[in-house]
């Protein structure tokens, strides 16, 4: 309280309001110094609760009145989420990232069997290497997916800082946000649309990507069951929605999309460090990947 008084002197620029917070503040200090020597614990602390009672009822009588915040109903609000949500969806598919999403996640789904039945065969060409080819195990299905497990988890989080990035901290720079922001938009429905949207185009991906795993891995290994790999493959999309989410704050919180992917970066080097972590780490999103 005596703090705030003090500080309330620079922001108003009165002299004399500055010397009478400060003979208030020195005040209260000297008789902590006495009570200290003569008062029981509690008579102190019960001392210091009258004195600060002055400070607490100027602070109350000059806060700044703000006008309340006029609520819309509910169901206006998820009315606005779902035209939000509308608009974030033609956005990905105007500037053509649904499209991008959808081609790297399914060459993710393509190659990764093709490389695991392929290397033993690619290193036995190689001359130098042939002699290693007799070293290599007979390729399996599990290879096939821990060879796209390893893809995803590799590039996915990088495609996700990439395409993330620019969701609020572009329209910042443009000055978009405060133009929306000003119409009756919730703040969470300005949000959760693009983080939705992102979801939506991660979703249709990580489906077509694991569809392409079974089959070529059908074609060319034993045959996965189907109900058990696809929930897996599931995980593996909630695990990638884990640095959407980041992306999207560093987004929110930066003014520049350079910011943005700095604070987004960091976000992602912490969640792979915390999930190195012996008994904890586990509990990271790794442990989806696990």
């Known amino acids: 309280l005596l703090s705030v ?9 009165q002299p004399l309001y500055f010397l ?16 200290a020597q003569f008062l029981e614990i509690w008579q102190a602390e019960l001392l210091f609760l009258l004195l600060a009672l002055p400070a607490l009822g100027l602070l109350i009588r000059w806060r700044p009145v703000r006008s309340p915040r006029r609520l819309q109903p ?24 649904l499209l991008v999403v959808t081609a790297v996640f399914l060459l993710f789904g393509l190659a990764s069997p093709l490389v695991a039945y392929f290397t033993p065969q690619i290193i036995g060409s190689i001359e130098e290497a042939a002699m290693f080819a007799d070293l290599i195990p007979e390729p399996s299905n599990r290879d096939a997916i821990a060879q796209y497990v390893g893809n995803i988890t ?23 946000t405060p133009m929306i922001l000003s119409k009756p938009m919730p703040r969470w429905a300005f ?50 929605l ?3 989410a980041v992306t999207l704050l560093g987004s929110a919180m930066a003014r520049t999309i350079g910011a943005a992917a700095g604070i987004a970066l960091a976000g992602s080097v912490f969640i792979f460090l915390g999930g190195s972590l012996p008994n904890y780490g586990p509990l990271f999103p790794s442990g989806l990947v696990g």
Request: without cysteine; aromatic residues 20%; hydrophobic residues 55%.
């Open 20 to 35: 009478a917070a400060l003979f208030y503040h020195s005040f209260f200090d000297a008789t902590a110094v006495y009570a």
């Open 242 to 244: 884990t640095f959407a």
């Open 191 to 240: 949000l959760l649309s693009k983080f939705a949207a992102q979801s939506l185009v991660y979703l249709l991906g990580f489906t077509l990507s694991g569809l392409a795993v079974y089959y070529y891995t059908y074609l060319l290994f034993e045959p996965l069951t189907f109900g058990p790999f696809m929930l897996g493959n599931y995980l593996l999309f909630t695990w990638l």
């Open 154 to 176: 590799q590039f996915g989080f990088i495609l996700a800082l990439l395409l993330g990035m620019g969701a609020v901290a572009g329209e910042k720079e443009r000055g978009l």
């Open 74 to 97: 509910i169901g206006t609000e998820i009315a606005l989420f779902w035209l939000a949500l509308g608009k974030e969806l033609r956005q990905q598919w105007q500037t053509k990232r």
């Open 5 to 13: 008084l003090v500080g309330g002197a620079f922001a108003e620029r």
